[in-house]
């Protein structure tokens, strides 16, 4: 194995990529995660459980010359995780998967605002849905870069959910608690009518700095 390659970044995505199918947000065909660390690439391999992902599949790029220096067949989005890590600093692992509550509102391209619940409504200010673009082309990213610019998280339109964050521990924790809300807020609209806190509420959290 290359030297600079550093087990213990793979161990994170074996251990994060497992926790992700033991929860239902990622299988062999659907979901991707990937870590950029010392300008190496570690992505996750097509057609692969997250389950069965090991020190000798998961794909990895030198980003400065473009070459693979261990693993099989990357994921058919390794275009958008590359470009994920250039919208903006501070971006060192993306998460796409289709979990299936955010997957719902990315189908019918009804994004998820955060007004009736404040800690939801600071972390994420709102989760807007990305215009429509084919699976596996740069135009993914490209599509969905300037909502990341001011977000960490957005539906990718008929398609599914993309996570940006500094760590990959952070990423999944993003996606588990917006699937979380989409589907508390699926319960709350068959109960009732959710309500909105007051205006001035929502200001003093809007004002506030996202963490990265
Ligand atoms: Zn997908």
Known sequence: MDARIK?????????????????????????????????L?????ARTSKKK????NICVFDESSGTQLSGGK????????????TVKAGVGAAIHCHAPYLTAHAITHVPLDFRCHPELLFHFKDIPVVPYAMPGSEDMIETARPYLLHR???????????SIASTLALACQRIVAAEKFARVMSIARQIGTPVDIPET??????????EQ
Do not use: Q, W
């Not at 690439?41 to 391999?45: E, F, G, H, R, S």
């Not at 929502?202 to 700095?209: D, G």
């Open 53 to 56: 992902l090991n020190h000798d």
């Open 7 to 39: 087990t213990d970044v793979m161990d994170m995505l074996m251990e994060v990529g497992a926790e992700m199918e033991d929860m239902g947000l990622v299988n062999t065909f659907e979901g991707n995660l990937s870590v950029l660390d010392a300008g």
């Open 74 to 85: 990357a994921s058919s989005e390794t275009k958008m995780h590359r470009g994920a890590y």
């Open 152 to 162: 960490n998280l957005v539906l990718l339109g008929n398609h599914g959910v993309l």
């Open 201 to 210: 509420e929502i200001m003093r959290l809007l004002a506030r700095e996202l």
């Open 41 to 45: 690439l570690y992505v996750t391999p």
